[in-house]
Each structure stands twice: as C-alpha cells, then as structure tokens.
C-alpha cells in the first residue's frame, strides 16, 4: 500500500496551525499512525489507530481520518515541533510509511 | 524507561552479510515483538521484517529472500542478518518495539536512534 504524504515540505510560524495529510492507494481502515523524527534522535509515535494519542504526547497534536483519507493537525506551533513527519499504516503487510514532510520554521 | 541501542559494523564490503544487534534495557525481549526498519535519502522509510520470542516472524517480500531475524533471550538483544548486500542497502537501521493489540491497534512505540551502515569494498 503506497502512502502519500503533502505536502512534502512546509514552513511555518511558532504559534500557527498546520496539517499533514496522507492518502492511502487502498484502505487501511483505521490502522494508521503518525511519528516525528528529528535528525540524530530516535523516531517518536505521535498518534496511532488514527486518532488516538501516545501517551506523553503533548494535547496539540491531533490525528483525523479513516480508510484513505488522513490528517495531522498540530494546533499552535511550538519551537521543539520543528522535524519531520511520517505517516505508517499498519493494516497490511508490508507494513509502509510515507516519504515524509518536513516542517520547517519560516 | 525501555531503551534500544541499534550497533553494527558501519561498513559492510559488497556481497557480504550485514549483521545488526538491538540491545534492548529494562524490558525482556520475550515479552513483545520487535521490528527492523531503515531509512534512505532515496527510499525513505522501508520496513524490513518483524520477529517475537514467541516464534512470529514477517519479513518484507523485497527483501524476504536475504533477512534473517532473531531474538536472544539470554543477551536481551534483537538481531538482523542480511545477506548479499549491495550499494543499495546502505542506510540507516533502526530497531523498534512492535506493539498493540486487535483492539487497540498497531504501531511502533519506541525506536533507536538508529545506525549507520555504508556498504563499499
């Protein structure tokens, strides 16, 4: 299952809102989740089954969306938001991710 | 506070077989599933397999062929084997928990931070 991300690279402010889209080639039902990867340090689980937040994951981070149609909104920017993000789905096997969209400050 | 160190050899001559340990502190390996992914400029993210104590194990089709996958209960370390490699299976390698349930779901709750493996003869 293929996962496309848009956009693939995003400049924003502290304080603004942003969403992330991802698209699915066929349905994983609600089997999606979405992580933040900064440059040298270990990738971290933002939401998974779509809408559900991690534990520990700051309340501005939301997940929406199921089948193939999904979304990550982070509501307020904060400066330690700035990285890249990647969508997984999980509902079949080979488990994919998608390419990325790196959030950039403007 | 479950922590992953991914370690390996860095470089890995064309032909040969890369071999990945992930030592994993304050949690058995028996108790859950572990997963192998990595990471290119080229191809992004790409899952390579996952294994469990238990005797589960899923590799990816494009790579089913030369992955190996372990788990070592008396080091408490998850190990990957790939054979035969190419310029095209240098990346990053990280190794990460496999956990949830039917019900709640699937995801990738802790990771390394992954490591390094150029291939070159």
């Known amino acids: 299952i293929q996962l496309t991300q848009s956009p693939s690279s995003l400049s924003a402010s502290v304080g603004d809102r942003v969403a992330i889209t991802c698209r699915a080639s066929q349905g994983v039902s609600n089997s999606l989740a979405w992580y933040q990867h900064k440059p040298g340090e270990a990738p971290k689980l933002l939401i998974y089954s779509a809408s559900t937040l991690q534990s520990g994951v700051p309340s501005r981070f939301s997940g929406s969306g199921s089948g193939t149609d999904f979304t990550l909104t982070i509501y307020s920017l904060q400066p330690e938001d700035f990285a890249t993000y990647y969508c997984?789905?999980?509902?079949?096997?080979?488990?994919?991710f998608g390419q990325g969209t790196r959030l950039e400050i403007k | 506070q479950v922590q992953l160190q991914e370690s390996g050899p860095g470089l890995v001559r064309p032909s040969e077989t890369l071999s990945l340990t992930c030592s994993v502190s304050?949690?058995?390996?028996?108790?859950?599933?572990w997963t192998w992914i990595r990471q290119t400029p080229g191809r992004g993210l790409e899952w390579i397999g996952h294994v469990s104590y238990s005797g589960s194990i899923k590799y990816n089709p494009s790579l089913e062929r030369r992955v190996t996958m372990s788990v070592d209960t008396s080091s408490n370390q998850v190990s990957l084997s790939l054979s035969s490699v190419t310029a095209a299976d240098a990346a990053v390698y990280f190794c990460?928990?496999?956990?949830?349930?039917?019900?709640?779901?699937?995801?990738?709750?802790?990771w390394g931070r992954g490591t390094p493996v150029a291939v070159s003869s």
């Open positions: 990460a928990r496999h956990y949830g349930n039917r019900i709640l779901g699937y995801y990738f709750d802790l």
């Open positions: 304050t949690a058995s390996v028996s108790s859950y599933s």
């Open positions: 997984q789905q999980l509902n079949t096997y080979p488990i994919t």
